[in-house]
């Protein structure tokens, strides 16, 4: 009885195969273009640099384990990491929950502070960042997450879109309504930092 494989499905070439312990060279390049925007959206959803730095390591260690899994024909690779670290930012939050430790500290956010001139306009802003950060997770998840991937990944309402499979109106009443929520919960000047992004 002879056997025949079934073809792969058109776009989806195999994946050569590598040696054991060499990372696969497409999986360097999106950690070389992608890791900058998923530590941001990571950053602007946990309370500090080196929490940010932890989960964004464990983003793409569980991307790199199911790395063949990968589908383009479902998500960009920028779409499918900023999946995978939704999902770690979730364990992580949830990890914190359990322990009680979910309180923002004005000195473990030092890499929010821009230039600015005086240590009093940096002591008024760093204010600013944690009445923000502590006012967006009052909000609701779909609040938090779109404005996460706003302001924390930078990325436009069509990729955001695309993250969220709604359409760019959507994203943008979303934005909108996120914002006047934020701003109801934290007052407006607080949030003339996120314009300063």
């Known amino acids: 009885m002879r056997i025949e494989r079934e073809a792969a499905p058109r776009g989806t070439e195999p994946r050569p195969l590598r040696r054991e312990g060499e990372l696969p060279g497409d999986f360097e390049a999106w950690y070389e273009e992608y890791q900058s925007a998923v530590y941001r959206y990571v950053r602007f959803r946990v309370a500090t640099r080196e929490a ?31 999946r995978i670290a939704r999902n770690a930012v979730t364990d992580h939050m949830r990890s914190l929950k359990r322990r009680g430790s979910l309180h923002v500290s004005l000195d473990r956010i030092p890499d929010l502070v821009a230039d600015v001139p005086s240590h009093e306009e940096r002591v008024i802003r760093q204010e600013r960042i944690q009445r923000l950060l502590n006012g967006a997770r009052t909000l609701r998840k779909a609040d938090q997450e779109v404005l996460s991937l706003r302001y924390g990944s930078g990325l436009a309402n069509p990729e955001i879109a695309e993250h969220l499979g709604i359409s760019n109106n959507a994203v943008a009443v979303r934005l909108h309504r996120a914002l006047k929520r934020l701003r109801a919960s934290v007052g407006r000047d607080a949030t003339e930092t996120i314009d300063d992004r």
């Open 52 to 82: 940010a730095e932890d989960v964004t390591s464990v983003v793409f260690m569980k991307a790199l384990r199911s790395f063949d899994r990968y589908d383009a024909r479902r998500a960009s690779p920028k779409t499918w990491l900023l």
